[in-house]
């Protein structure tokens, strides 16, 4: 009964015409038309531009361990299953990675917009395509976080001027395991490296021993860190697997920081160990992957909330330093994406109020919302 | 046209034009019209309308109208008990939080009937209420209480005497002890949202502190039977 509604709905609109050309395998119930079968990201194509493919709950647990926003996960954890909509901007990039020659230098792909847009749900798919095509992934869930509210911040025992920061350091590397466990296996160390007076990691070892010594040492989290980008940065070139640089608020790397020193003197980026080496990921003097980023005034420092550009964002040392990048446009929702959410949410059960079901209902969210994918998700709240 | 409209005025009300007047202010001269919001009645074609209802357009064409006031909008999701609540809530005239506050509250209860929803077996699945509106309404009508106690002085002493209550005050009974049980009885850490969640499903279920507060007024208005022909109104 729903999803005959639900079909008939999605009919009137102009959908239609993409009714006859994507003939799906019937299964025990025939799928909405918001909705696709296809839950592999390297077969997306135009056809399936504005439909919710669903990711099973064991490969979000493994793939995403720290990448989606707060909100979606609360919406995974309601509806027990994550859906996310293919949209333009994500199958431009994706046709850009399938096509991209890994003999060049790494090319820079910056996703930008307006608030509420779906830049970091962007990043999060092709991030699951990379880890579906069997890609190391180095996801940096929100660079914003490393320049501000540190509560332990210490003098770094490698280089006497930088600083430490062993509790972000340590959340990231225990992420950075759950998602890429069998590369942690495979890939070996190139050099010796001395962690104190009575550790150390001999060459040859594999990298899953030094993110064992950055979680177990607290102190060297972060210079465990800067190894495993060091060694991951040395050996990608070789062949044997691809990487994915995927960070989310590039702009935190040159802006500002909230941190201060003891002295009350106030730290800049590249005083930050984490910071100073994922800087040099982000060069394109590496080849065999892609770095694929993110702008995000929401959680910048120093920045107006009007400012989206990248220019903008990421001010002249940021600019020049990821110049020359690809950018990426995302905007709010077109007509279908709009209609296709809608109908998602009703077919979810989400759209409780009865006037929600209704014409006057829908354009009233459209108007409210002026077609921007979070203020529809706040709004469909409380409805 | 005109006789028609003259003939079914009634009463006739000239417009009242004092020296000084305010153009907006509380206190509207009687001749002044509450303010139609409901979009669907202006849509409606001239035809379409019934005899009453077409006096009815006629006398707003030609008598003043007071200002609509800002808390009544022309959104179909509008609902004046929601907005009553909400203005409870408000402290110091911050209607912005007390707003999310209550859309929080309905996406609480709303998270969490969803949840034991997709739970349940296929048959218990009917049963499970997931409208927050439905929810939020039937908790309120279960905490209204139907007699209430007032305080009557007769010969130097003061009874507790039982007494029907007007509508408006049941509601705002059960509304404020809704208020005052989130406020005072929880614990400190817990945000108004989630609290006021679970009260509110509890309620729904004929449970919790406020249908007792409820059952212990009515067992007190029961024990006062005596005094019951006190009342004079």
């Known amino acids: 009964l729903d999803h005959g509604y639900a079909l008939h709905t999605a009919a009137k609109d102009c959908l239609s015409s993409v009714l006859s050309q994507d003939v799906q395998i019937p299964a025990e119930r025939p799928r909405a ?268 420092l120093f920045k107006p909330s009007s400012a989206y550009l990248p220019h903008e964002l990421l001010g002249k040392e940021g600019f020049d330093a990821l110049d020359p990048f690809v950018p990426v446009l995302v905007p709010n929702y077109s007509q279908r994406e709009f209609e296709s959410c809608y109908h998602y949410y009703l077919h979810r059960k989400w759209l409780q109020h009865e006037q929600a079901r209704t014409e006057a209902g829908k354009e009233e969210l459209r108007f409210l919302s002026g077609s921007n994918p979070q203020q529809l998700e706040r709004l469909a709240g409380p409805l | 046209m005109a006789a028609p409209s003259a003939a079914g005025l009634g009463r006739r009300l000239r417009a009242w034009l004092p020296r000084l007047t305010q153009v907006r202010w509380t206190r509207y001269n009687p001749s002044f019209l509450e303010p139609e919001v409901n979009k669907e009645l202006y849509r409606k074609p001239w035809d379409e309308l019934s005899e009453e209802e077409k006096e009815k357009q006629e006398l707003r064409a030609l008598q003043p109208i007071k200002a609509a006031p800002p808390s009544v909008s022309c959104s179909v999701f509008s609902d004046p008990m929601i907005s009553k609540f909400t203005n409870m809530m408000m402290k110091n005239g911050n209607k912005v939080l007390a707003r999310s506050l209550m859309a929080q509250t309905l996406e609480a209860i709303k998270r969490k009937q969803l949840e034991k929803y997709h739970k349940a077996p296929e048959d218990e699945k009917e049963k499970i209420e997931c409208n927050p509106y439905v929810i939020f309404h039937q908790a309120l009508k279960n905490c209204q209480p139907i007699i209430g106690l007032s305080n009557i002085t007769k010969g130097g002493k003061t009874y507790q005497v039982p007494v029907p209550l007007k509508d408006n005050r049941k509601r705002f009974l059960a509304m404020k002890w809704l208020i005052t049980e989130c406020r005072e009885n929880k614990h400190r850490r817990m945000l108004m949202p989630e609290k006021l969640s679970q009260e509110l499903l509890l309620a729904f279920n004929n449970e919790g502190p406020i249908i007792k507060k409820k059952h212990v007024l009515h067992k007190m208005a029961e024990a006062n039977r005596a005094y019951a022909h006190f009342r004079w109104w």
């Open chain 1, 33 to 300: 038309v918001f909705y696709t079968n296809e839950t592999d990201p390297a077969n997306h194509t135009e056809q399936h531009e504005g439909r919710h493919y669903s990711i099973p709950l064991e490969e979000v647990k493994a793939v995403f361990p720290h990448g989606l926003p707060y909100r979606f996960q609360q919406q995974v954890k309601t509806f027990n299953e994550a859906c996310l909509m293919v949209r333009k901007p994500a199958l431009e990039l994706l046709t850009y990675l399938k096509n991209s020659n890994f003999a060049h230098p790494a090319v820079r792909y910056v996703i930008y917009g307006e608030r509420g847009t779906g830049k970091t749900m962007t990043l999060c798919h092709v991030v699951h395509y990379c880890a579906r095509q069997g890609w190391l992934v180095l996801h940096i869930p929100d660079a914003h976080l490393w320049v501000k509210n540190c509560k332990e911040l210490m003098q770094s025992s490698y280089k006497k001027e930088r600083l430490d920061q062993p509790l972000q350091a340590s959340s990231w590397l225990k992420n950075f395991k759950t998602s890429n466990e069998h590369f942690l296996k495979e890939i070996k160390t190139q050099q010796k490296y001395v962690w104190g007076k009575r550790e150390s990691t001999e060459q040859g070892r594999p990298l899953g021993e030094v993110v064992e010594q950055g979680l177990a040492r607290v102190r060297s989290a972060s210079d465990a860190v800067g190894v495993v980008l060091k060694e991951i940065k040395q050996q990608c070139h070789l062949g044997s697997f691809r990487v994915l640089v995927a960070v989310d608020g590039v702009n935190a790397l040159w802006g500002r920081t909230t941190l201060k020193k003891e002295d009350k003197s106030p730290v800049s980026p590249e005083e930050l160990t984490l910071v100073y080496n994922l800087r040099k990921m982000m060069m394109n003097n590496w080849n065999g992957g892609a770095i694929v980023t993110t702008l995000s005034q929401t959680g910048s």
